[in-house]
């Protein structure tokens, strides 16, 4: 067995148990940090595709940011997941037949008959000095121009219905203005009374 | 690959409209409340001359571009047209509809302007890829425009519902594509036909393929069992973003079947024809009969869309070029009937009251007639009666069914179709025989007023030329 299959089957095993314990953690941070391994072992195995952009691509945009941002959420959020839970045990068998079943009507339809390697050619290896991110470059922006610029659009349109969505004055919230905080003077706190005194009674 | 200057040529009116679009986004921000009228009339403009570019570039012979991911053909340069139109017939409604209730904001423009450029797209498209991207860019323009209205929960529930199943169906439409992509080893459409059509019989991974897009699409359509969304994102949005669902992006929908099914996979025609008998059928059989049960217009409304979609489904699984002409037709016949019924609904309403429920058009005919009558028109050409436009959509619809020798099939139509005629026929009943209960005049504008007049009587006056010429 060469060093290069060995190395493919640890990250697929790893890859695998990471992403059960993504659905099994009972700690949601513990489940997102499962994601993270995953995503790691995925793009070490797209290295191993000769596919290195798009690896660190993985690492920097869903490890780097998305993940961050994600468990950000999962900390700020007090998620009870003990009512998730229920019934897990119940609907298990239920779960795993229909599981089960899906798998053996797709292994069945697209298995290795349609796409095993006698369909479709094992890819050759690339010569040394073969650059996929430039490759990916060219191809990017000029086959692929149209779609390219048509996913920049779908972006903005995200950006604008975000903004949209989430940018209203909501008359019951109440928020500080700093700048009125600083100004306020004693006098407008404060109000003297001047009363004469008086007798106990 | 280097790139002409005539392949920009070619996508000049999606260039003109996204430019357009970025610019008001922009310019919108440096325009005051009072003066927003400003961003509308761009925003119009904007739609008069992507129409006259769509009509300088215009080609007689299908050519592609950008890598073969662009087509310019007469079907795309017809359809565009038409999606011109009815996106700006919708906008105009809007206008007075918005601001009565405060929400008459420059982004319902901008995202309206970008709905219509996915549509644009995916008219346009002769890639899977570029389908796919139109649809997204579509989709997630109505799915913030369903939840514009922030305020309401019935319209974030609305957004919701639509958000999650139209993803779910990105999702079936993606694995399809993935799986033919797999199986024929390209996505461009011309490609895709050459390597169905070189396969001799059509092999399992393609059906499987097949029906994950047909799946996919038929729940975008709308059709019988993909269509628990409809009624609920139909009654749940404002009132004119639901006349832009119902309108424009059907025509858009139609456009992408006919290059999936037909140019992409004409050569599977006989499994995919069983596949959407079935959708046909169902479509027309609950549209109508669930229709029956509604008391609110826009529920209603939202289950004849369905029958209709069963309608032009019909058109499709003829296989014939007459069928694909008729289920065209029948397409841009329904966008102009539902603009005009949806209008009515704006028309009917003021600020804080929605003429969305049945009770609502009660006695119409005594407090404005013209109305009454447009409304009378809209709801005859729906049901299918002569000389409206809709029983020539029908009329072709069904022709082209019996040609191909489908006869139980054009049957089951009909007979849905009388079923059918009940509730829009009880809309005309409640309008001209019962008395009102609210005797206020309408107050809405006279641009409105105009505009749901002529859509009115295009209804009534294409119907009599249709008339003129088959006779």
Same mark, same amino acid.
């Given at each position: ?15 695998v148990?990471?992403?059960?314990r ?5 700690n ?14 995925c ?10 952009f ?5 690492v920097?945009?869903y ?12 900390m700020?959020?007090d998620?009870?997941?003990a ?7 119940r609907?298990l ?20 008959r349609?796409?095993g390697?006698?369909q ?16 990916l470059?060219?191809v990017?922006?000029?086959d ?10 779908i ?7 975000a903004?949209?969505?989430?940018m ?9 203005d700093?700048?009125k905080?600083?100004?306020a ?17 | ?24 986004l ?8 009072? @003066?927003?009228i *400003?961003? #509308? ?10 129409? +006259?570019?769509?009509? =300088? &570039? ?10 073969n991911?662009?087509?310019?053909d ?11 139109l ?10 007075p509809?918005?601001?009565d209730?405060?929400?008459f904001?420059?982004?319902f423009?901008?995202?309206g302007?970008f709905a ?23 989709s997630?323009?109505l ?12 319209c974030?529930?609305a ?6 199943l139209?993803?779910?169906a @990105?999702?079936? *439409?993606? #694995?399809g ?9 390209? +996505?461009?459409?011309? =490609? &895709? ?12 991974v ?19 069992p ?9 009654h749940g ?17 139609f ?6 099914l037909?140019d992409?996979l004409g050569g599977?025609?006989?499994d995919w024809?069983g ?33 209709h ?10 296989g014939?070029p007459?069928?694909?002409? =008729?289920?065209?037709?029948y ?7 539902a603009v ?13 009251f929605?003429?969305d429920?049945l009770?609502?058009f009660?006695?119409?005919n ?14 005859f ?21 019996i040609?191909?020798?489908?006869v ?13 005629a ?22 809405s ?8 007049s ?16 088959s006779?």
């Amino acid at each position: 067995m060469s060093f290069e299959r060995i190395i493919f089957y640890a990250f697929a095993a790893i890859l695998v148990y990471a992403a059960g314990r993504v659905v099994t953690a009972r700690n949601p941070v513990h489940a997102a940090l499962h994601l993270v391994l995953a995503f790691f072992t995925c793009a070490g195995l797209w290295l191993l595709l000769e596919a290195e952009f798009l690896a660190i691509v993985l690492v920097l945009v869903y490890v780097g940011a998305v993940m961050v941002l994600f468990l950000f959420v999962v900390m700020m959020l007090d998620i009870n997941s003990a009512p998730l839970r229920e019934g897990f045990i119940r609907y298990l068998p239920v779960g795993l037949a229909v599981a089960a079943l899906m798998l053996f009507e797709m292994v069945a339809i697209v298995g290795v008959r349609y796409f095993g390697p006698e369909q479709v050619a094992i890819p050759a290896r690339h010569p040394e000095g073969y650059s996929n991110t430039a490759e990916l470059g060219r191809v990017l922006y000029t086959d692929y121009v149209y779609p390219f610029e048509i996913a920049a659009v779908i972006l903005l349109v995200a950006i604008i219905a975000a903004i949209v969505l989430t940018m209203r004055r909501r008359p019951e919230t109440k928020y500080q203005d700093p700048a009125k905080q600083v100004q306020a003077r004693k006098a407008d706190r404060l109000r003297v009374v001047k009363m004469s005194a008086e007798k106990k009674q | 690959m280097p790139l002409e200057t005539a392949e920009y040529l070619l996508a000049l009116p999606e260039i003109w409209v996204l430019g357009m679009a970025c610019l008001i986004l922009v310019l919108d921000l440096f325009i005051r409340d009072d @003066s927003r009228i *400003l961003t #509308y009339l761009m925003v119009q403009a904007t739609l008069v001359v992507a129409a +006259l570019i769509t009509l =300088a &570039v215009q080609v007689p012979e299908p050519v592609l571009a950008f890598g073969n991911t662009f087509i310019s053909d007469g079907m795309a340069t017809v359809l565009k047209l038409f999606i011109y139109l009815v996106t700006g017939m919708g906008f105009l409604y809007a206008r007075p509809y918005l601001q009565d209730r405060g929400l008459f904001k420059g982004e319902f423009y901008v995202l309206g302007l970008f709905a219509m450029l996915g549509m644009m797209i995916m008219v346009s498209a002769s890639h899977f890829l570029t389908i796919y991207l139109g649809l997204e860019l579509l989709s997630l323009c109505l799915y913030a425009m369903v939840a514009f209205n922030r305020d309401s929960g019935t319209c974030s529930e609305a957004a919701m519902k639509y958000f999650v199943l139209g993803a779910l169906a @990105s999702g079936m *439409l993606l #694995y399809g594509i993935s799986m033919l992509y797999g199986a024929t080893g390209s +996505l461009e459409i011309a =490609a &895709v036909a050459s390597a169905i059509a070189a396969e001799e019989g059509s092999s399992i991974v393609l059906i499987f393929a097949l029906c994950f897009i047909v799946v996919g699409l038929a729940f975008k359509l709308g059709a019988v069992p993909f269509h628990m969304w409809v009624p609920d994102v139909y009654h749940g949005a404002p009132t004119p973003v639901t006349l832009f669902i119902g309108s424009a992006p059907k025509i858009a929908a139609f456009a992408i079947v006919m290059r999936v099914l037909v140019d992409g996979l004409g050569g599977l025609v006989a499994d995919w024809q069983g596949m959407l008998v079935i959708l046909a059928v169902l479509s027309l059989a609950v549209g109508n009969v669930i229709a029956i049960a509604q008391t609110n217009l826009k529920r209603m409304l939202a289950y004849s869309t369905i029958s209709h979609v069963g309608f032009l489904l019909l058109g499709i699984l003829a296989g014939t070029p007459d069928g694909y002409a =008729a289920a065209m037709f029948y397409i841009i016949t329904y966008a102009l009937m539902a603009v005009g019924a949806f209008g009515m609904i704006i028309l009917l309403s003021r600020a804080g009251f929605e003429a969305d429920e049945l009770e609502d058009f009660r006695g119409l005919n005594a407090r404005n007639p013209w109305f009454a009558f447009m409304m009378l028109i809209l709801m005859f050409s729906m049901a299918g009666v002569p000389p409206t436009v809709g029983f020539y959509a029908k009329l072709s619809v069904l022709q082209a069914v019996i040609q191909v020798d489908m006869v139980w099939l054009a049957l089951v139509a009909v007979f849905f179709s009388v079923i059918g005629a009940f509730y829009y026929i009880r809309l005309v009943k409640i309008m001209y025989f019962d008395s009102p209960t609210d005797e206020a005049a309408l107050q809405s504008n006279p641009g409105l007023r105009a505009v749901l007049s002529v859509n009115g009587l295009a209804v009534l006056g294409l119907g009599v030329f249709c008339c003129c010429i088959s006779s």
